[in-house]
């Protein structure tokens, strides 16, 4: 199993620029979540998701959209970039509550 | 609302010493409680969880909790510190009916020294 992978690592935007970081895993779990983490600020969740076709929002949820097509993938849209989306983005996912939550390496955003 | 604290987002100790590192929780509901360690420029790595059960909970590593509940603390412990522990540790909570939700603590940066 790959477990939860994340493209791309990297990712330089300018502002007002759209993009989706992408999030797989193949462990059939039914939880999925986005979180971004900042200095000081620890993991802060944007959205989740509890099953294909469901999704809902978290606390962070503003400029950012997803969508749950399939178990497997959990895309993460920036509409508009904006300089405070600068961070790094984690996606996990868990089969089910409360179970163990795996996490992708991440992708370090940064919006110039 | 659902909350958790970690207290002190830095801790150095010596190899070889006790590593003490605290999470606080806020709740009216029995929780869930995780710590993860992150690291440098990797993923989070569940290090152990308490649901129910045996308060004292023991991880991967040698590291262990104590859920105890008339103090709202999950601490983390380690009898003798290695320098491989050097990372960031994030306590996390979750509660029966928003169990689809983690709530991360700002993390705690171990440092060990020689």
């Known amino acids: 199993n790959a477990g939860v992978t994340q493209t791309p690592k990297f990712q330089v935007l300018k502002t007002g620029q759209s993009m989706t970081l992408q999030c797989a895993q193949d462990?059939?779990?039914?939880?999925m979540s986005w979180y971004r983490q900042d200095p000081g600020m620890g993991l802060r969740l944007i959205h989740y998701?509890?099953?294909?076709?469901?999704?809902d929002q978290g606390e962070v949820p503003n400029g950012y959209n997803v969508s749950r097509s399939t178990t497997e993938d959990f895309p993460l849209r920036l509409l508009s970039a904006a300089p405070s989306q600068t961070s790094v983005y984690f996606c996990?996912?868990?089969?089910?509550?409360?179970?163990?939550?795996?996490f992708g390496p991440g992708t370090r955003l940064t919006v110039t | 609302a659902q909350s958790v604290t970690q207290l002190g987002s830095h801790v150095s100790v010596s190899e070889g010493a006790l590593v003490l590192l605290r999470c606080n929780y806020s709740?009216?509901?029995?929780?869930?409680l995780f710590w993860y360690v992150q690291y440098p420029n990797q993923g989070l790595q569940l290090l152990l969880k308490?649901?129910?059960?045996?308060?004292l909970v023991k991880g991967i590593n040698g590291f262990e909790a104590e859920f105890k509940k008339s103090e709202t603390s999950f601490h983390l412990t380690k009898p003798s510190a290695h320098m491989s522990d050097a990372a960031e540790y994030f306590c996390?909570?979750?509660?029966?009916?928003?169990?689809?939700?983690?709530?991360f603590g700002t993390g705690t940066r171990l440092q060990v020294t020689l």
């Open positions: 996990a996912s868990r089969l089910r509550a409360p179970g163990e939550q795996y």
């Open positions: 462990m059939n779990h039914e939880y």
């Open positions: 998701s509890v099953g294909a076709g469901i999704t």
């Open positions: 709740s009216s509901v029995p929780p869930y």
């Open positions: 308490y649901t129910t059960g045996a308060t």
């Open positions: 996390a909570v979750s509660f029966t009916g928003t169990a689809s939700k983690l709530t």
